[in-house]
């Protein structure tokens, strides 16, 4: 399988970016569609966005549509997740996830590779 590392988590206050990267060991990567997804305490890992194989198509949830962006670059074996305009309700663990599929795919248990997570707090 192969290995996923995010970093670029943070504290940062409301209304804030932060850039978040996922790099992926291996040289297929482009082989994999990637997922975002995000975690609190007590609640369900949440679906935050996908991005396909070659770039392309990207889908989101509606809670971050319009201030978070999907994108990778399949040369460096990485896909980022620009967040802006952050609020309190964002702050989470943020996991990527990566699957070989030739379709989109939201649900965790479509994904069976996972990275480690990075923690983002928003305050205020």
């Known amino acids: 399988q192969v290995q996923l590392v995010e970093s670029g988590g943070g504290l940062v206050q409301t209304g804030g970016s932060l850039r978040l990267s996922c790099a992926a060991s291996?040289?297929?990567?482009?082989?994999?569609?990637m997922g975002w997804f995000r975690q609190v305490p007590g609640k369900e890992r949440e679906f935050v966005g996908a991005i396909s194989r070659s770039g392309g198509t990207t889908f989101y949830a509606d809670s971050v549509k319009g201030r978070f962006t999907i994108s990778r670059d399949n040369a460096k074996s990485t896909v980022y997740l620009q967040m802006n305009s952050l609020k309190p309700d964002d702050t989470a663990v943020y996991y990527c996830?990566?699957?070989?599929?030739?379709?989109?795919?939201?649900?965790?248990?479509?994904?069976?590779?996972w990275g480690q997570g990075t923690q983002v707090t928003v305050s205020s």
């Open positions: 291996g040289r297929t990567f482009s082989t994999y569609v």
């Open positions: 996830a990566a699957r070989q599929s030739f379709v989109l795919v939201k649900l965790p248990s479509d994904y069976n590779n």
